[in-house]
């Protein structure tokens, strides 16, 4: 039994260097700047409650509290406000805009912690005060700034680390919460490989050609599609196969590399397809962060053994 | 040696509701009848779904401190749904129509209106909330709610029909036969501005 929980514990905190968070927090910093630069024009009218927004904001934060009083929301941001006399526009504009430094500032590395708490709470009280108008991208920012804050910040790459002196926290904790977004990211794939799998379209490709053409994602003209039609089943059996395998193959340094390429692809494939580049991106982001350093540091030792090799 | 049993528990926990949400979900779609399994399927994953609902604390009344308390968590950390996107199966979309009529007689058509893609994509997934919600009470209020989003941009406009109505894909053969993407009807509501838009009159 102590065999094992060690085998646990030599698993869930290996000794690990900070590359996979500087990926992390780089990325979700730009992904955090381009959610706030995409919906800068349609930030107030998505977000406001009565009399000016798309959906009140009001009716999302009601539902909300059906199933949470305590999950984060504009409304409170905006009632904090009114306290001292500012207008409910005058908030959220201050909001995107603290949103956007959030982001810039996870870019740089400056008060990375700061930043990385400001962005996940800004971006948490407008995914759930938007709820009529989030969708999957949401999801998986929240998850990345959830997994973000809470890991040994700043990295070494940070402005923080170059400028303040901050040092990291011990390695193995680095090692844990990068284990953490591994097996998360496992789950993730493993479950949504297996309901498309229980459904009939993705085995002869109807699902494809439904996805590609079904607004608003019909960024390519259908008649062009037509074209590569026997692609179709290929590519649903492919996506089925490369989601449902991801916790099997990812691990093994042998299938990882692949496998890191294949989803990776896919992603940017969905994002210039379907116009899903912030869905995308994210994705990206948290796959390479996971498990791309690692590949990176197996090349670089095998290069660097070379001539060692050599001499021997 | 004290803080790795505390991760390790956090963890241990954690993962097991993201596993248990996705198999809700999964199990959910298998006892609706929307997978490839036959129906003698159903009722297994009916009762094994309501053991996973029960395990996540979703069988307790909704004002329970427990339920509020775990709610509030997943909610923080992003796990509060599933991961089956476009599964099983990719389902149709819908589209939303706003009939102006000005006091003159004349008509115009006007759609939910955003300025961005990124925008778009959103509204896009706000229509199909409101084409899949089971209630019509919410479906109604959302359409009145985008209907006054398109009065403040025309406040002349004297009244507003809301045309509600599902897109049907045609399939990869039907597209090469020259069939092309087409609307169901499903809901039309009626609005008028007296001093404020007024109640909805739902045609159905």
Redesign the interface.
């Known amino acids: 039994m102590r065999a094992l929980k060690e085998r ?2 030599e698993f ?2 290996p000794t690990e260097s900070d590359a996979w968070l500087s990926i992390l927090r780089v990325g979700l910093g730009f992904q955090i700047t381009l ?1 706030s630069l ?2 800068r ?2 930030w107030n ?2 977000f406001a409650g009565a009399d ?5 904001r009001d ?1 999302a934060e009601a539902l ?1 509290s ?7 929301r504009l409304g409170w941001l905006a009632t904090l406000g009114a306290h001292v006399g500012l207008r409910e526009e005058t908030v959220l504009s201050i909001l995107w805009i603290c949103l956007l430094v959030a982001g810039c500032g996870l870019i740089a590395g400056i008060f990375s912690r700061t930043s990385a708490i400001l962005a996940w709470f800004l971006h ?1 009280c407008a995914a ?1 005060s ?1 709820g ?5 991208v ?6 990345g700034l ?1 997994y973000l804050m809470l890991s040994p910040l700043p990295d070494r790459y940070a402005l923080d680390w170059q400028l303040r002196k901050s040092q990291p926290e011990d390695s ?2 680095l090692g ?1 919460w990068r ?2 977004l591994q ?2 990211l496992c ?3 493993f ?2 490989g ?3 799998c ?5 085995w002869d ?3 494809v ?3 590609l ?4 994602f019909n960024v390519i003209d ?1 008649e062009m599609l ?1 074209r590569w ?1 026997y692609l ?1 089943p290929v590519a649903g059996v492919f996506i089925c196969l490369l989601e449902i395998g991801y916790p099997f193959f990812i691990w093994s340094d042998k299938t990882r590399k692949i496998w890191l390429i294949c989803i990776c692809a896919m992603h940017a494939g969905i994002g210039f397809m379907m ?4 869905f995308a991106l994210i994705m990206i982001i948290l796959n390479v962060a996971a498990f791309g350093p690692g590949l990176v540091r197996l090349q670089r030792e095998s290069t660097s053994l070379r001539p060692q090799e050599a001499v021997a | 040696m004290r803080q790795k049993n505390v991760c390790a528990a956090w963890f241990s926990l954690h993962l097991l509701l993201i596993i248990s949400f996705s198999l809700r979900d999964t199990l959910w779609l298998v006892a609706h009848g929307q997978t490839i399994f036959p129906s003698s399927f159903r009722n297994y994953s009916q009762k094994a779904e309501g053991i996973a609902s029960a395990v996540l604390c979703q069988r307790l009344a909704a004002s329970n401190p427990v339920r509020q308390v775990l709610a509030t968590y997943l909610h923080v950390a992003g796990i509060e749904t599933g991961y089956g996107y476009f599964a099983p199966n990719v389902p149709g979309s819908y589209k939303l129509v706003f009939e102006l009529h000005y006091p003159d007689g004349r008509i115009e058509y006007e759609l939910p209106r955003v300025n961005s893609s990124a925008a778009g994509l959103r509204v896009a997934g706000l229509l199909d909330k409101i084409g899949r919600t089971p209630y019509d009470a919410l479906r109604e209020l959302l359409v009145k709610m985008l209907a006054q989003s398109i009065w403040r941009q025309h406040p002349e406009v004297k009244t507003i029909r809301a045309v509600f109505g599902s897109t049907r894909l045609p399939s990869l053969s039907e597209f090469e036969r020259g069939k092309r993407e087409s609307y169901d009807f499903l809901y039309a509501y009626d609005f008028s501005l007296r001093e404020k838009p007024a109640e909805p009159e739902a045609v159905k």
């Open positions: 646990l514990f869930l905190f959610y995409s919906l024009n349609d009218h998505l000016s927004g798309l959906v009140n009716l909300l059906i199933e949470s009083r305590f999950a984060p948490l759930k938007g009529f108008v989030s969708y999957g949401d999801n998986f920012m929240t998850i959830f193995p904790l844990f284990r953490v097996l998360h789950a993730t794939y479950f949504s297996l309901t498309k229980l459904g009939s379209g993705w490709g109807s699902n050609w439904r996805a053409i079904r607004p608003p259908p037509v039609k179709f116009g899903m580049y912030l």
